[in-house]
């Protein structure tokens, strides 16, 4: 199963947009998407504007592979849980955040070797057939590198912020 994250703080048109154009030629893969209240009207996935914690934690826990926007939350979950996982970030320039921190972010956690990014959805295609042949995997556990209780703070503070569960 493949998990679409794009957070709960924005929609992520161009991603959900991108991956509902994919999905047709993913024909026995189910493919869940938590799209925010997107403006683009999901026709080839199932999607979803919001998600209860319990329902966010068992598609999580049930996906091979998870795709987002590069939110921290998703990805501290993603490294704690080993999930091979595809970020593209939002770009402040196409208006989906107010700054390039998530492009920051990503570049130095693909650099860290602890992530797969795409920079442009035209990416996003190769690297679900990477992911398929076995050629995109899990890069590194967070727990090889962070204490439980840094991960437990960050996560916390994270929460705080958002008003949320791990979603952000």
Known sequence: MIFVITGTQAPFD??????????PS???VEIIAQV????????????????????FNENFSRADLIISHAG???IILALQNNKPTIILPRSAALGEHRN??????????EKLK???VIYDE?????K???????ELTPLHAIESVASQSLIDSIQEYLNIGSGSSIQN
Do not use: W
């Open 14 to 23: 161009r991603l959900v947009k991108c991956m509902d154009e994919i999905a």
């Open 72 to 74: 921290m939350g998703t």
């Open 122 to 126: 035209k990416e996003l295609n190769a």
């Open 128 to 134: 679900i057939s990477n992911f398929f042949s076995g």
């Open 114 to 116: 602890y992530i797969h």
């Open 36 to 55: 925010n209240h997107s403006k683009y009207k999901v026709k080839n996935m199932k999607s979803v504007a919001t998600m209860k914690p319990l329902d």
């Open 26 to 28: 993913l024909k026995d």
């Open 100 to 109: 390039d921190h998530q492009l920051a972010t990503a570049k130095v956690l």
